[in-house]
């Protein structure tokens, strides 16, 4: 598609439901790497970046497609997948590096191109790979790629040095195989950490914190397949909502969790937008005039930066 082009200038009226969360399915779908066996995830949005994350599974030596309403993984057992995460795919998304901590925890080792390649970018893995030294693996970079090595990971206290959701969840991937506790503190809170964590436990992790700002994990010996349902994405609910308001609509907004959005709501009641909490979403009715208002964004659960 070379342009969208919009004719603007309608109200927006009708229902809209909400897909899964990207941010949420790519950790998951990471996450199946910590399990031999069959797993299945229900809510998987059909995107790009879960294609690629797709692809990566592959060429790890899993099988990956939809069946049943559900994108189902298929993890083979310990000499069959191949630990490696190359740079050709890494470089099209980011959140490949999410592949990094469950490798090291089940196979013990890990070959994983950072995300610029060679190149150091804005937004390095540096607490990433402080996080698993703690957790005692052996990493060392090489031509652009991460080497991690350990016989097994053992429990640490980590803090991180900024607030990192890619990086709590690699950690609380990893971790969950460790042998003995391990504190991750200063954790990202956002629901999408929550929600691996929920399927983390549902696999038989042992996880207590998540949503706060110190998450505690007592490492077990194996975990099953997963049978998880992806949350909605927050930020797309957060748009409708938007487009709803600045077009003096009359939209439901279905499948969105209000808990999640909720420094969205607040900000868009209080420049005049009508939102009602339903059982299955929210109505929202936009104003003939908006009001001004002030925005700053922070870390969840404050306003996201998306939005």
Not at 277 to 293: A, H, I
């Amino acid at each position: 598609m070379d342009s969208i082009v919009i004719r603007g200038g309608n109200r927006l009226v009708g229902s809209v439901r909400i897909s899964g969360a990207k941010n949420a399915a790519l950790p998951l779908l990471a996450a199946s790497l910590l399990a031999e066996g069959q797993h299945r995830f229900r809510n998987v949005p059909e995107l790009a970046d879960v294609a690629t994350m797709g692809r990566l599974l592959r060429s790890m030596g899993c099988e990956v497609g939809r069946a049943d309403g559900a994108l189902q993984v298929y993890v083979p057992p310990p000499g069959v997948l191949e630990p490696i995460a190359p740079y050709e795919l890494v470089k099209t998304m980011r959140a490949s590096v999410l592949a990094l901590g469950p490798l090291v925890a089940r196979y013990g080792k890990a070959r994983v191109s950072l995300p610029g390649g060679c190149a150091i970018g804005a937004r390095p893995i540096d607490q990433h790979i402080k996080g698993l030294e703690k957790l005692g693996a052996e990493i060392s970079l090489e031509h652009g790629y991460v080497q991690a090595r350990a016989r097994r990971l053992r429990g640490a206290r980590i803090t991180f040095d900024m607030v990192t959701v890619t990086g709590t969840e690699n950690l609380l991937m990893a971790a969950t195989l460790a042998k003995g506790t391990t504190v991750l503190e200063n954790a990202a809170r956002e629901p999408e950490v929550v929600d691996l964590a929920d399927a983390l436990i549902g696999m038989g992790a042992k996880i207590e914190g998540a949503g706060t700002d110190r998450i505690e994990i007592e490492g077990v010996d194996s975990l099953r397949p997963a049978d998880h349902e992806v949350i909605p994405d927050r930020i797309e609910a957060g748009t409708f909502l938007v487009a709803a308001a600045v077009t003096q609509g009359d939209v439901k907004v279905v499948g969105c969790h209000a808990a999640h959005i909720k420094a969205v709501v607040q900000k868009l009641r209080e420049i005049g937008v009508t939102i009602e909490e339903l059982e299955d979403g929210l109505q929202v009715q936009g104003p003939e005039r908006l009001s001004p208002g002030r925005i700053e964004t922070q870390p969840y659960p404050g306003f996201p930066t998306d939005m």
